[in-house]
């Protein structure tokens, strides 16, 4: 019988498999896999044969090329029903583009980074990194600086040591010490901004989504460009956003959104 020890092992490394077929973004062949693997050649190919048999990738003989499968699909879409704040957050965003018009972000940290939830465009769309379903570093975007900025001493010593402080631009906080400063300001504040941190030209106010006990559960943005608006304009938006994010807050209470397990869970007998 499979040792809980090696079965995790076996699972760790199928994720980590799914996480690099996906890292491509497009169809990807065995030997671009195994250019960045950690596995060798034999390992990889039966991660890559069992997760195929799974309906997790599937496989184009013709092209022979391996791509995320349909299962993941539904597995995605429960994931965004059950945990996600998309689905509560739904009617207040749409009020909130349509009050304001620019580009409104919901987000939520996902492993100390930010993970896009759900998107409005502008009325004049703006091209930009985000986007629903995306991941992108938290210590360098609005949303992701105001989710950190209000997670508790623990959690957040955790996630400052994971962030990768690369920059972006001339701009973007690329130290620990720039980056503790900038969230000890937020909390005094209440929100959050991003200072063309992580694009050139783009910018935004940010403001964090926090529970009756100030547990913070996600963030949302208004994003804009340097040539059309600027801070000051956006700033003149943060009444409004908090009563949204406390909205949001409060529906997500009431729909008993799921809380993050503090201990281990109990082996089964």
Request: charged share 20%; hydrophobic share 40%; glycine share 6%.
């Amino acid at each position: 019988m499979q040792s809980a020890q090696t079965a995790s092992g076996t699972v760790k490394k199928a994720l980590c498999v799914l996480d690099q077929v996906a890292s491509f973004e497009r169809p990807v062949r065995l030997n671009e896999l195994l250019e960045t693997s950690p596995y060798p050649k034999g390992t990889l190919y039966r991660m890559l044969q069992t997760l195929r048999s799974e309906g997790m990738l599937t496989y184009d003989d013709v092209l022979q090329t391996y791509s995320l499968g349909i299962r993941l699909v539904r597995l995605a879409h429960a994931a965004w029903t059950q945990s996600s704040l998309a689905p509560v957050a739904r009617p207040i965003l749409d009020a909130l583009s349509k009050s304001i018009g620019e580009t409104i972000h919901l987000a939520q940290l996902d492993n100390a980074q930010v993970l896009y939830v759900d998107k409005r465009n502008a009325h004049r769309p703006v091209e930009m990194f985000s986007q629903a379903g995306k991941v992108g570093p938290a210590y360098c975007t609005g949303v992701g600086k105001a989710m950190l900025a209000f997670l508790p001493d623990g959690e957040l010593q955790r996630a400052l040591d994971q962030q990768s402080y690369h920059r972006f631009t001339p701009h973007t906080l690329a130290s620990v010490e720039k980056l503790t400063e900038e969230l000890t300001n937020i909390r005094a504040r209440g929100y959050a901004f991003d200072r063309e941190e992580h694009e050139p030209g783009i910018i935004c106010i940010a403001m964090p989504i926090l529970t009756h006990s100030k547990r913070v559960i996600g963030a949302i943005s208004v994003t804009s460009t340097t040539s059309r608006t600027s801070l000051d304009k956006l700033e003149a938006l943060a009444p409004k956003m908090r009563q949204a994010a406390d909205t949001i807050a409060e529906t997500a209470e009431h729909w008993r959104f799921p809380v993050e397990q503090k201990s281990k869970e109990p082996m089964g007998s």
